[in-house]
């Protein structure tokens, strides 16, 4: 499954986080959230410190039921990620896995897509392929699973 990040961009000072929602994925929206909140962590596109939307904004911006919104903010707070601070927002606390520059693994995945890309191969089919093998390498977890069933 792909999650991605709809967009970060610069508002004054400082940096904007939206989602985006895929309704027909399957996966609850919470879900997405919190899977895409970990994905700009891994990514480095939030660090601690930094703020995440409102519950209203994001309520505004994906016309998701403010529970749901909320429901992603705890489980991000369970998993150690965030923290709401009363009155001020909730902010970026833990991190996880980076794939930045410095990854010894950045520069393997870098060299396999760039020899799928001299076969011809699309963007598109090169996501396709590795999500594939991460599906089989990487069972989806029982508790995840467990929590779509339920909703």
Do not use: C
């Not at 967009?7 to 027909?24: E, H, N, P, T």
């Amino acid at each position: 499954m792909h999650y991605s990040i709809s967009s970060l961009k610069q508002w004054g000072s400082a940096m904007v986080f939206s989602f985006r929602m895929d309704r027909r994925s399957g996966v609850a929206s919470y879900l997405q959230i919190v899977h895409q909140v970990q994905q700009a962590l891994r990514l480095g596109l939030l660090e601690p410190g930094d703020r995440l939307p409102t519950a209203r904004a994001v309520v505004e911006a994906t016309a998701l039921n403010p529970n749901t919104v909320l429901k992603a903010y705890r489980e991000l707070e369970h998993q150690g990620l965030v923290e709401t601070r009363r009155r001020h927002g909730t902010f970026v606390v833990g991190t996880l896995g980076s794939s930045s520059a410095d990854s010894p693994w950045r520069a393997e995945f870098a060299e396999v897509a760039a020899r799928a890309r001299a076969a011809g191969l699309e963007r598109d089919d090169v996501v396709a392929l590795f999500t594939a093998v991460l599906e089989d390498l990487y069972p989806p977890k029982e508790t995840d699973a467990t929590q779509h069933q339920q909703l």
